[in-house]
C-alpha cells in the first residue's frame, strides 16, 4: 500500500511529526533505492510503515509517500487475514494524522483516503 501526502518541512521533520501522531519512534535508515539516500521506518504488529521522499508516482504533485507491508524480518507469522486486519487498522489510523490529506492510488488514479476509511 502506497499512500501520497504533501507536508511543510524538511524530510526528518515530517518523519518525526508523522511518526509521533501515530505514537511510534522511527528509525532513520540508508538505501540506494531512494531518491534522498534514506528513508524512515517503523514496525508495528509484524507491518514495517515505511516513509520516503517520493519517487514512485506522481512525483510531481506529492512530495512523500507511507508504504505499509509484512516486515520480513519478522519472527512473527500471523495468517493472512490477521496481517490484512492489521493493515487495514493501520490504514484508518493513519488518516487521523492532524494536517495530512492521503491519497491512494486505485487503478491508476489517485484517491483522497477518507477519515472514516474502512
Known sequence: MHL????????????????ENLGMECTSQDSLNCLSRE???????NMKIKLELNSYDFED????F?????????????PDEID???????????TYIPG??????????LKILPRNWE
Open 39 to 45: 528513508y524512515y521506518f517503523s514496525v508495528f504488529l
Open 84 to 94: 490484512a486486519e492489521i493493515l487495514a487498522m493501520i490504514r484508518k489510523v493513519i
Open 61 to 64: 504533485e506529492y512530495a512523500y
Open 66 to 78: 507511507l508504504y505499509v507491508d509484512k516486515y520480513a524480518s519478522s519472527n512473527l507469522n500471523f
Open 100 to 109: 495530512i490529506d492521503f491519497f491512494i492510488e486505485e487503478n491508476g488514479v
Open 4 to 19: 501520497f501526502f504533501n507536508y511543510d518541512g524538511d524530510f526528518e521533520s515530517v518523519a518525526n511529526y508523522v511518526f
